[in-house]
């Protein structure tokens, strides 16, 4: 493509594949610069999630366009643009084109019409007539002019934000990349949330920083904050200022140097200047301790494959907006040319930075699911090859034969490499299949939790085939916000997780080392907590780093593991298992498991203490695959009493309705694995009926019957169903420990551990500990 081109300057991810490079299968060349021009208003910038009306005019070139020509403006494949529809103009998204000649034009769209990443297009086709050279065609997306709102702009800030458009004037079915291509900017909104964040535990004296920022409804850290703030510790903290001016600008900041004396539980309190509070920070414990937690998102990509943005701005996001300590990039195989993979190694080598934040090397072998389906593969060091599932959209061949094109294969390639390497299952648009293909050695973890869904169901195939593996969570984000991943408006349902690593220090080998033995925890909705379980035997075990079934030697004898430990030779009867959770907000529950066995639920308030809050929480999905979105629709409704605080959980996509009366809450919703809902508190704590109305769950239920036991009402597909429960009308309980003495199973693997649920909507896994008799 030559320099002056409309995509002069970009990384090579964001053309087209097939096009300029002697190509003709999907994009021509020919005569490009005379085929037309196409120019777009408004101009500037627009706010991120707000309604618009975007004018889209191509203007005929040479050639005009022929009868049946056609143009196309694509978005690329994870934007969440609204689809646009046709045929309400008092609604929002109305779109329509029309030609200045009069010519009859038909629109159409298609969410997967043409190639990633630039999938999702508008075709606006000539039915009768044609253009001649200067006729223009007006599109307009979110067509005001007759009372409808517009349409509704992405909801994750880009910069800039490109339409694709694409002429067909010889009504040949091969586009034409038009010169000088729309864009304009994509800006965060108004403040609408204020996040604080301290690190999990420190040490007594030993230094540590506040992180500040504002993000606007739909999760995107806004420099609209301005004016003086005041800073209140629960205890005094060393170095922490008594008031901040926020920088111009900014979006994030973040207070260095800070240092505190031993405290169970320290947390920060950001206020107004006016003394209004804006938010409690994460609490942080400080306390000597051999492994500390540090925070990861091990899972997202940019725009060099189907996200946004660059690689180095998703570190940069990453490292000082999300505030994690470490991060990996995970892009899709078949999109990584040998430019960009050499390109992603020097990003992860500049970036990676001990005792600051740690980049790992890596990719996402993303091959179909017959043959293993999606794996991250993650290396502790830079210069290592990448071994794709594919070349599908990779038009250099020359390392073909490095590719691995199944599951089998590529464990075969990285075990034969010799070196240090990780590789873990997950769900994306393809699911890791592991009854296909499992290896000991490489996979110590699956990934349990994305901005895809909360997926359960992997750890318990990981059972189901022998695995002793962790849990980890992360966002697999495509809206460059990897490490506070909100999910927007797109067909993902739920806030990325995050991975908490327990390791010695914030460098790249022992982070390494934590994931290599399982000393991990995992969490959605970016939610930080401070976790600790441990299993007590009363004769000492053989212990084990490696799965055992590769042979090798224990590295001690023991009879206290920590999560991810596994222990073999086994005698007891019995392990006392002890865990502390503490979080930011109340615990809901804590479930004790043992594999697939629920063994108990443990709530840290008791019957007595029930009141009038209740919660309607609905989850699930469709089934493993793409197309595992549950959509629910209806009304819960409430007769012979009444409510009020009502409000929404885990309600991530603001275009779905939630409108809240005196007797009724009427919503759509969409779940893919996690779960979502509402709570309430009743006027009578007894009275009345609650009556529930969807598409996929009709009941009815006596309020007096809501108590300590949820109801439950299944729907079928994957875990999907419509839960009911009952809530004391406070719970203060933001932290718990207990103690159960748990029987072993003689004939199978013990695997103990918790899933948590916190009133806020997030969940929390350890990685389980392995008893093996």
């Known amino acids: 493509m030559p320099d002056d081109s409309p995509f002069a300057g970009l990384p090579t991810h964001f053309l087209i594949p097939g096009h300029g490079r002697g190509h003709t299968a999907h994009h021509t060349d020919y005569m490009a610069a005379e085929i037309g021009s196409v120019t777009l208003s408004p101009q500037g910038a627009v706010v991120a999630g707000e309604f618009v009306e975007l004018k889209v005019v191509f203007t005929a070139g040479r050639f005009g366009m ?16 609204a689809r646009p529809q046709f045929k309400d103009p008092k609604a929002a998204n109305y779109t329509t084109a029309e030609a200045s000649n009069g010519a009859i034009l038909e629109l159409a769209f298609d969410p997967k019409l043409a190639m990633r990443p630039w999938s999702r297009t508008l075709t606006i086709s000539v039915k009768r007539g044609f253009l001649s050279p200067g006729d223009t065609i007006t599109i307009r997306l979110g067509d005001q002019r007759q009372g409808g709102p517009g349409l509704r702009m992405q909801t994750y800030t880009e910069e800039p934000f490109r339409l694709l458009a694409l002429a067909d004037v010889f009504a040949t079915c091969n586009w034409a990349l038009l010169e000088n291509q729309p864009s304009l900017r994509v800006v965060p909104g108004a403040p609408a949330t204020h996040v604080a964040l301290l690190p999990t535990q420190r040490r007594p004296g030993e230094a540590f920083d506040l992180c500040l920022r504002a993000d606007d409804k739909w999760g995107n850290p806004t420099p609209e904050l301005s004016g003086r703030f005041r800073l209140r510790p629960s205890a005094p903290v060393a170095g922490l200022p008594e008031t901040i001016d926020w920088p111009a600008g900014r979006r994030a900041l973040r207070i260095e140097g800070l240092t505190a004396a031993a405290d169970p539980r320290l947390t920060i309190d950001w206020l107004a200047e006016d003394g209004m509070l804006l938010a ?38 990453a490292r000082d907006a999300a505030f994690v300590d470490a991060m990996c990039h995970q892009g899709n195989d078949f999109q990584i040319t040998g430019e960009f993979w050499a390109s992603l190694n020097r990003t992860t080598a500049e970036f990676d930075q001990k005792g600051r934040f740690v980049f790992f090397p890596g990719y996402e072998w993303s091959g179909n699911t017959a043959l293993g389906g999606d794996r991250n593969v993650l290396y502790p060091e830079e210069g ?27 464990h075969a390639a990285l075990r034969a490499d010799g070196r240090p390497t990780l590789c873990i299952p997950h769900v994306g648009g393809r699911y890791a299949n592991l009854f296909y293909a499992h290896d000991p050695m490489l996979e110590r973890q699956v990934e349990v939790h994305s901005d895809w869904g909360t997926f359960d169901w992997l750890l318990e195939d990981a059972f189901a085939v022998g695995a002793r593996v962790g849990v980890t969570a992360g966002s697999d984000g495509h809206k460059g916000r990897q490490g506070a991943s909100h999910p927007g408006a797109s067909q993902f349902g739920s806030y990325g997780g995050l991975t908490c690593l327990l390791a010695t220090e ?17 969490t959605t909705s970016a939610t930080r907590v401070l976790l600790s ?29 920590m999560m991810g430990d596994i222990l073999t030779g086994v005698s007891d009867a019995e392990a006392l298992f002890s865990a502390e959770l503490s979080a930011a907000g109340p615990i809901e529950r804590i479930e004790l498991r043992n594999r697939t066995e629920l063994l ?33 629709e209806g009304d819960v409704s409430l007769a012979g009493n009444g409510w009020s605080a009502v409000s929404p959980i885990n309600r991530w996509n603001q275009d779905k309705r939630f409108a809240v009366s005196a007797d009724k809450v009427d919503f759509q919703a969409v779940t893919t694995g996690g779960f979502g809902g509402f709570e309430a508190m009743l006027d009578d704590a007894s009275a009345g009926t609650l009556r529930i109305a969807t598409g996929l769950v009709n009941a009815e239920i006596d309020v007096a019957s809501i108590g300590f036991e949820e109801k439950v009402f299944e729907a079928g597909g994957l875990g999907r169903r419509i839960r009911v429960l009952r809530l004391p009308d406070v719970n203060p309980h933001h932290s718990f420990s207990f103690e159960r003495r748990v029987a072993l199973k003689p004939d199978a693997d013990n695997a103990l551990y918790l899933r948590a649920t916190l009133e806020g909507g997030a969940v929390v896994w350890s990685s389980p500990i392995y008893l093996i008799k």
């Open 66 to 81: 022929d009868d049946t020509g056609s143009l196309r403006l694509c978005t690329r494949q994870v934007s969440d643009l």
């Open 280 to 317: 409690t920070s994460t609490p942080l414990r400080l306390a000597q301790a051999e492994l500390l937690p540090y925070w990861a998102d091990l899972h997202g990509q940019s725009g060099e494959t189907v996200g946004t943005g660059t690689a180095q701005q998703l570190a940069t996001y």
């Open 384 to 410: 290592r090859p990448i071994r794709r599932s594919c070349h599908a959209l990779v038009e250099d061949l020359s390392d073909a034969d490095m590719d691995a094109l199944d599951a089998r294969a590529l």
């Open 506 to 522: 914030l460098s790249r080998p022992a982070l390494f080392d934590a994931l290599r033995r399982r000393h991990h925890y995992a």
């Open 533 to 561: 379980v441990g299993v007590t035997l009363a004769t000492p075990a053989d212990q084990h780093i490696d799965d055992p079934v590769l042979g090798g030697a224990p590295v001690g004898r023991t009879a206290s593991a």
């Open 600 to 632: 108990e639920t443990i709530r840290p308030y008791a019957p007595a203490e029930l009141g009038r809050r209740i919660r309607v929480l609905w989850e699930g999905s469709e089934y493993r695959g793409r197309g595992r979105e549950t959509f629910w």
